[in-house]
């Protein structure tokens, strides 16, 4: 019976022992949990705003839609604004920035030509005008002292005049006095007339070190518009010149590089005089180019050139494409279909369509969502429905205004509220 009471008492102080044990298990535990939350919290402050890349939301006014096809007419996808760019004038190209479809804005440096003359010519220029203002300082200082010259003498003169008067002076005296006055009024003109002779001169040599710079200026060949390279015309080493304007880009000799505006791509087909007639203002059309046949731009007629070609029977007219894109180049050959105007009667006006690029929409879970970026700076993942994809382009139908920047191509990290950056140019 003791033996068993022992037994007992041995068995409840293991417990008494065990159960401090078990509670800094789990104090340990808990503190670890703890440490992990901080460390993660810290990681992702440590960490800032996600840096991205953002596109806005863009808002485009349904169009009509055509009827049936009227008529058909072949032509060239063309640049409204181009441009055959050469230097001012004549020299030898030293460095040229730009390859066939380099992308240049207004006023980037093209190319440059050998100027080592033209900086000799400004330096010339300026130490000349350095000298002649040397000649002006000393003309100034003449003047200066004929005109101090000049005051003697007639102080003198005044003298001699007393004196004569008093009748203690002579008449030789005084004629002496009125000599060296006419001697120094001479003097004083003189100099008068070289400082002006020297302030011409300065203006000469002023007027030739802008001569100079503006020649030394016309050694740098820059862009004229925003744009984008299609033909580079010289290399490194040749010789270029002036170019007269209306020149074609294929034949030009001595021009640097074609520069075209591919924002202002249209298309230029010739319609046969008896068709014209059917054509009228803003009349709908579509285009198809011959490198992208399964593809249709929808356009309409711009304008009709005042004048026909004799050798040919046809009239050329020129149409602005209205979803045009990064695949249509200059020159491609392209076939117009214009079409029949067809606008239901009492048809109300159409319903804007916003439309975003394909890159910024993410599809989750059997969801369709954007990443909106806040004025606070943070995401907001907004679920949206989309309708049909149109050239890179997605047409949202409910879910956006059309005036929200969104995130393209969003990691699968980013959550809801988490901070982003926009780095400056990130924007399209």
């Known amino acids: 019976m003791s033996d068993l009471k022992h037994q007992l008492e041995a068995l409840r102080l293991a417990e008494q022992e065990a159960r401090p044990s078990r509670r800094r298990w789990l104090l340990a535990g808990a503190a670890l949990v703890i440490l992990a939350a901080l460390l993660l919290a810290w990681r992702t402050v440590a960490s800032g705003p996600v840096e991205v890349e953002t596109v806005r939301a863009s808002i485009q006014e ?23 760019v050469s230097a001012k004038i004549q020299g030898r190209l ?55 010259d000049l005051a003697e003498a ?9 004196l004569l008067a008093e ?27 070289d400082r002006s002779q020297v302030n011409a001169d300065l203006a000469q040599a002023q007027a030739d070190v802008s001569y100079a710079e503006a020649l030394l200026a016309n050694t740098v060949i820059k862009a004229p518009f925003a744009g984008v390279v ?64 399964d593809r249709t731009y929808h356009a309409v007629l711009r304008q009709v ?17 209205l979803d045009k894109d990064q695949l249509l180049k200059p020159e491609m050959s392209a076939k117009v279909t214009f079409l029949e105007r067809a606008a239901p009667a009492g048809s109300g006006p159409a319903k804007p369509i916003v439309m975003v690029p394909q890159e910024a929409v993410v599809t989750r879970d059997g969801g369709t969502f954007v990443y909106e970026v806040t004025a606070e700076g943070t995401v907001r993942v907004r679920q949206v429905s989309a309708a049909s994809t149109v050239q890179g382009r997605v047409v949202i139908k409910d879910g956006l205004s059309g005036s929200e920047t969104l995130v393209t191509r969003p990691p699968e990290t980013l959550k809801d509220g988490d901070p982003v950056r926009v780095p400056p140019g990130g924007t399209r």
Do not use: C, H, W
């Open 305 to 321: 050139i005042p004048t026909a070609d004799r050798t040919k029977a046809t009239v050329m007219v020129k149409v602005t494409l």
């Open 230 to 293: 299609v033909k580079k015309m010289a290399e490194v080493g040749e010789s270029v010149a002036p170019i007269p304007p209306g020149v074609n880009i294929s034949t030009s000799s001595g021009a640097i590089v074609a520069l075209a505006d591919l924002d202002t791509l249209e298309v230029e087909v010739d319609v046969s005089e008896s068709s014209v007639s059917k054509l009228g203002d803003q009349q709908p059309a579509e285009v198809v180019v011959e490198a992208f046949p």
């Open 94 to 148: 030293a460095v040229l920035r730009a390859e066939e479809g380099t992308r240049v804005r207004e006023g980037d440096v093209i190319a440059r030509l050998e100027s080592t003359d033209y900086e000799a010519q400004v330096a010339r220029s300026r130490a000349r005008v350095t000298a002649v203002q040397s000649q002006v300082a000393s003309a100034e200082s003449r003047i200066a002292r004929a005109d101090a």
């Open 62 to 84: 349904a169009r009509p839609s055509g009827g049936s096809p009227m008529l058909t007419a072949s032509g060239y996808v063309v640049a409204r604004r181009k441009a055959v």
């Open 154 to 162: 007639r102080r003198q003169q005044r003298l001699a005049e007393r």
């Open 167 to 193: 009748g203690v002076g002579t008449m030789d005296a005084r004629d002496a006095a009125n000599s060296r006055v006419a001697i120094a009024e001479a003097a004083l003109a003189q100099a008068t007339a």
